[in-house]
């Protein structure tokens, strides 16, 4: 995403799990500065050219350095240089809980808040593993859903402060199949009018409306 992001490897359940990672930057002088939390991303269905390099994917992690979070993409299994093959959502659910704990335990960052964000498939996934985790104790402080894939997949329910935010035109995931799905839970979801599923045009205010929402600390 930029010259000071960092490409690593984590362990995961199929193997290596390709990452990228970057810190937020000083006010001044343009040195990294110590972050307030935590952000992981999900990014698109792998076997529709998702990776971690996604534009909207992008766009969530400079919304998350902008708010001064330290921000990990990643490839589920079989994409880019992670290990693996499609898991049809089973494994792909486990590589982002690996990719969480493997986050969450690096030096100076276990103690921060952390915040689960997702875009399309990614979005299932998200809502997946903090379903997963709120269970054992341990579910994000925050978490975004960004166009989440509910009419192919069973996005299961959220908390009431998820910030979910949807194309009025997306062709992929039709805004009715979100509004179905968010209705019984009396989840708000933030309409972009006359926008696609991919935000073309309008990933700069895709940004501003994920740090409006977040501005408040942790």
């Not at 996934?125 to 894939?149: M, N, T, W």
């Not at 062709?171 to 991919?198: K, M, S």
Request: proline share 7%.
């Amino acid at each position: 995403m930029n010259a000071q992001t960092q490409r690593l490897v984590l362990p995961g359940p199929a193997g290596d799990i390709e990452c990228a990672v970057d810190q937020p930057a000083a006010a001044a002088g343009g040195h990294l500065a110590a972050p307030s939390a935590l952000m992981v991303i999900c990014h698109p269905h792998p076997q529709h050219g998702g990776t971690l390099d996604n534009k909207v994917v992008q766009t969530l992690a400079r919304a998350g350095l902008a708010l001064g979070y330290r921000t990990v993409r990643f490839n589920f299994r079989g994409v880019g240089a992670s290990a693996g093959a499609w898991d049809e959502g089973r494994g792909e659910i486990d590589d982002a809980l690996a990719v969480i704990e493997a986050s969450r335990a690096v030096d100076g960052v276990a103690a921060l808040p952390w915040v689960l964000a997702g875009f399309s498939f990614g979005g299932y996934v998200a809502a997946s593993a903090a379903a997963r985790l709120h269970e054992a104790g341990g579910a994000p402080d925050r978490l975004a859903l960004i166009a989440p894939s509910t009419l192919k997949q069973t996005v299961p329910a959220v908390p009431q402060d998820t910030l979910v935010i949807h194309g009025e035109a997306d062709d992929v995931v039709p805004l009715a199949a979100t509004l179905d799905w968010a209705r019984p839970q009396t989840i708000p979801v933030t309409v972009i009018p006359g926008v696609g599923h991919f935000f073309h045009g309008q990933l700069a205010l895709l940004k501003s409306l994920v740090v409006r929402a977040w501005s408040q600390a942790l």
